[in-house]
Structures are given as structure tokens and as C-alpha cells.
């Protein structure tokens, strides 16, 4: 969606997220430096940061390498609201959170403003601190120039969400090639849900925190060998910047290395042709056969189980988290056992196994995957 909400046409936003660090700990702002000044230069103009990443230590390094060294004009940040790590747990400490951000940037104004990581464990905080029409307050005093929320949650949420709020602006998505079909993440069933709304998307996790940028063997080999002189990161931008209703495409680089690499292909963006997509599919395919589980989703065992357990969705899960953090584990397993029976539920009764045409030993399966359920 070229040009929409000032955005640009440029399709790499730099997200903050995961800045260059120091032996200590610290972010190295000299390198960051480096990077924004790169990303300008390329065209870019869209910083991606939030009041909790690094302790706000991504909201002052912002400032330091952006907003003290280049005039307002020549970028445009986005910054979020997390009404649920509000430092001290209340309406009022999650409203400071909006002042705070402005003077830790030093933007003077916020060109897009979130409420942050939104899923069904604490949307009840959004609604009953009032954030919703504190945002648009600020909005109304010009401190806001459009805002909308980042989502982590079911297709169902998202569509209760945008009948309620009509006037959300843009949403944030979690959209990547190995996510397209999770029912954990759901990106492609939210990614048209957004569409149908007329609501265009930002992208965040196209390389699922790094892993699509050192994906498992068997992906590797399958993107060398259609172009052994591409990143594997770049595979998994391209498809993710090449999708319609996209406002911009966020990368969380780390590196100077990182943001050339980005910048090498996103400058001139092109989507994946035909023949590229083909080789996504392929990769995909390498995803979906890494299974521990050999579940092939046929959903007999769960036609008569007696406590509801969405079995072959647990085992889905199960199978994704090689190489992921588990904060996004048990976040696909919440969103996959919403209003429905968890592992730990199982009455031992055996149906399943006895529907089972892999003939599974679903019972001790089932009991393997309880440590999900926090």
C-alpha cells in the first residue's frame, strides 16, 4: 500500500528491538548510529521501538542516533504502550509510559503509536485503563499522528477487536512464511482478516526472530540451491514485503553486517517471482516434515474426546518450537487451546489412541506437551 499514513514506499523499517550490544550488556549506540545512517541513506525512514525493549534503553538510543543527529522531517518512528508491564501495574503508570517514551526519544511527536502486543490474556487491561481513548486524546493534541495495535492472538480476537474499534488506523502482524499456515500464529487468516477491514498492515517477526535467517538444514539447503548468493533472511523479507496491504516490513538488525544485507535487497524491492514463491512452498514443506510428533492433522481423535482437546493444534506446537524462545511457544499453545481443552486436561480415556491411524501413543504425547501450560 504505497504512501499510506506517510509511510512511504521504502519497505524495510528498522526495528529496534534487537540492537547491536556492547561486551556489557549495553546497546552499542556508535553502531547503531552507523546502521540509521545507512538506512537513511538507502531511502528509509521508519524506526520501530517501544517502551519496554531493552528497559527503554531502544527509546534513548533511538534518540541518540536519529532524532538528536538528523531534523524531525527525516524520519518517522513508531513507538508502543504495554499496558500489562506498566512499571507499577496501574492505569496511571500505564498512561505515564506515553510521556515517558516522548522524552526518551526526543521525537516531539510520535508518527505511529501502538498499544502493544495485544492477545486475549490482557486485552481486559486496554480496555479498563481506558488506553483506547487515552491514544486518541493524545492523537487530538497532535502528539499522535495515527495509531493503531500490535496483535498476538486468534483470527477471532482480531475480528472482535476491529468491530469495536473501528477507528484503529494500522495493525501490526506477526507474518512470516513459517507462521503463514500455524494456527498458533494464525498470519494468514489475521493478515485478510486486516484486509477485509481496509486496515493495512505492519509486519513484524518475517525472519520469527532470527530463526528464518539461520533456518534448520533442511530449509538451507532448499534456498542455496535456488540461489546460493542470497541470505536466507532475504527469502523470508521478500515474501513477507511482498504481500498486498503492506505498509512496511520490519527487520530488527543487530548489526552493521545485518543492515547491509537488508538494505542489499530491499532498497530496489522486487517481490518473489513465481518461481521463487515455489521454492517458499518447498521450504515451508521442509518445515511442516521436521516433526518429533508424526501428526498428519486428521483430527479422528478429537471428534469424541470427552474434555475437548484441539490434539493434532497441541502437537503442531509442540513440533514448531525447535529454536524458538519459549515466551513464543506458550503463546501459540494459549492461542491454539483458547475455550478449549489443554494437555493437561487428558482423562487417560483412550479414545484418541483408538481413532489414531498413525497408531500415536497421543496419552504420553499429550503429557510430554503439559510444560507448555503455564
Same mark, same amino acid.
Given at each position: 500500500?504505497?504512501?499510506?499514513?506517510?509511510?512511504?514506499?521504502f519497505k524495510l523499517g528498522f526495528g529496534l528491538m534487537r540492537l547491536p550490544k556492547n561486551p556489557d550488556g549495553s546497546i552499542d549506540v556508535p553502531q547503531t548510529a552507523q546502521m540509521a545512517d545507512k538506512f537513511i541513506a538507502a531511502g528509509g525512514?521508519?524506526?520501530?521501538?517501544a517502551f519496554v525493549y531493552d528497559g527503554g534503553a531502544s527509546e534513548a538510543a533511538f534518540k541518540a542516533a536519529v532524532a538528536d543527529r538528523y531534523p524531525r522531517g527525516a524520519y518517522t518512528?513508531?513507538?508502543?504502550?504495554?499496558?500489562?508491564?506498566?512499571?507499577? *501495574?496501574?492505569?496511571? /503508570?500505564? *498512561?505515564?509510559?506515553?510521556?515517558? /517514551?516522548? $522524552?526518551?526519544?526526543?521525537?516531539?511527536?510520535? %508518527?505511529?503509536?501502538?498499544?502493544?502486543? #495485544?492477545?486475549? !490474556?490482557?486485552?481486559?487491561?486496554?480496555?479498563?485503563?481506558?488506553i483506547w481513548d487515552f491514544v486518541k486524546e493524545q492523537k487530538a493534541k497532535g502528539l499522535i499522528r495515527h495509531w493503531g495495535f500490535s496483535f498476538h492472538a486468534d483470527p477471532a480476537l482480531l475480528e472482535a477487536?476491529?468491530?469495536?474499534?473501528?477507528?484503529?488506523?494500522?495493525?501490526?502482524?506477526?507474518?512470516?512464511?513459517?507462521?503463514?499456515?500455524?494456527?498458533?500464529?494464525a498470519s494468514r487468516r489475521n493478515w485478510e482478516i486486516c484486509k477485509a477491514h481496509g486496515k493495512p498492515v505492519i509486519i513484524m517477526e518475517p525472519v520469527k526472530g532470527? #530463526?528464518?535467517?539461520?533456518?534448520?538444514?533442511?530449509? &538451507? %539447503?532448499?534456498?542455496?540451491?535456488?540461489?546460493?548468493?542470497? !541470505?536466507?533472511?532475504?527469502?523470508?523479507?521478500?515474501?513477507?514485503?511482498?504481500?498486498?496491504?503492506?505498509?512496511?516490513?520490519? !527487520?530488527?538488525?543487530s548489526s552493521l553486517a545485518q543492515m547491509e544485507d537488508n538494505l542489499s535487497f530491499m532498497? %530496489?524491492?522486487?517481490?518473489? /517471482? @513465481?518461481?521463487?514463491?515455489?521454492?517458499?512452498?518447498?521450504?515451508?514443506?521442509?518445515l511442516d516434515a521436521d516433526k518429533s510428533i508424526p501428526c498428519t492433522a486428521c483430527h479422528y481423535c478429537t471428534k469424541g474426546c470427552p474434555m475437548g482437546i484441539p490434539?493434532? $493444534?497441541?502437537?503442531?506446537?509442540?513440533?514448531? &518450537? *525447535?529454536? /524458538?524462545?519459549?515466551?513464543?511457544?506458550?503463546?501459540?499453545?494459549?492461542?491454539?487451546?483458547? %475455550?478449549?481443552?489443554?494437555?493437561? @486436561?487428558? #482423562?487417560?480415556?483412550?479414545?484418541? $489412541? !483408538?481413532?489414531?491411524?498413525?497408531?500415536?501413543?497421543?496419552?504420553?504425547?499429550?503429557?510430554q506437551c503439559r510444560e507448555l501450560e503455564e
Open positions: 500500500m504505497s504512501g499510506y499514513l506517510d509511510a512511504g514506499d525512514t521508519y524506526f520501530d521501538t518512528v513508531a513507538t508502543k504502550l504495554n499496558a500489562f508491564m506498566a512499571p507499577e *501495574k496501574n492505569e496511571q /503508570s500505564a *498512561k505515564q509510559e506515553f510521556y515517558t /517514551s516522548l $522524552e526518551r526519544t526526543g521525537a516531539g511527536y510520535f %508518527d505511529y503509536y501502538l498499544l502493544h502486543a #495485544i492477545q486475549r !490474556s490482557n486485552i481486559r487491561l486496554y480496555d479498563d485503563y481506558g477487536l476491529l468491530a469495536a474499534h473501528p477507528d484503529a488506523e494500522f495493525v501490526q502482524l506477526q507474518i512470516n512464511y513459517a507462521d503463514w499456515e500455524n494456527p498458533g500464529v532470527g #530463526i528464518l535467517a539461520e533456518p534448520i538444514p533442511a530449509v &538451507k %539447503d532448499i534456498l542455496n540451491a535456488a540461489n546460493p548468493d542470497a !541470505s536466507c533472511a532475504s527469502w523470508a523479507l521478500r515474501f513477507a514485503a511482498g504481500l498486498d496491504n503492506i505498509m512496511v516490513t520490519l !527487520s530488527g538488525m532498497t %530496489d524491492f522486487r517481490p518473489l /517471482s @513465481d518461481a521463487e514463491q515455489a521454492v517458499i512452498q518447498k521450504a515451508q514443506q521442509a490434539i493434532p $493444534e497441541i502437537f503442531n506446537v509442540e513440533n514448531r &518450537k *525447535k529454536g /524458538s524462545p519459549r515466551f513464543r511457544t506458550v503463546r501459540e499453545y494459549t492461542i491454539v487451546t483458547q %475455550d478449549k481443552g489443554k494437555a493437561g @486436561d487428558c #482423562i487417560q480415556c483412550g479414545q484418541c $489412541e !483408538s481413532a489414531c491411524p498413525q497408531h500415536l501413543p497421543i496419552i504420553q504425547l499429550l503429557r
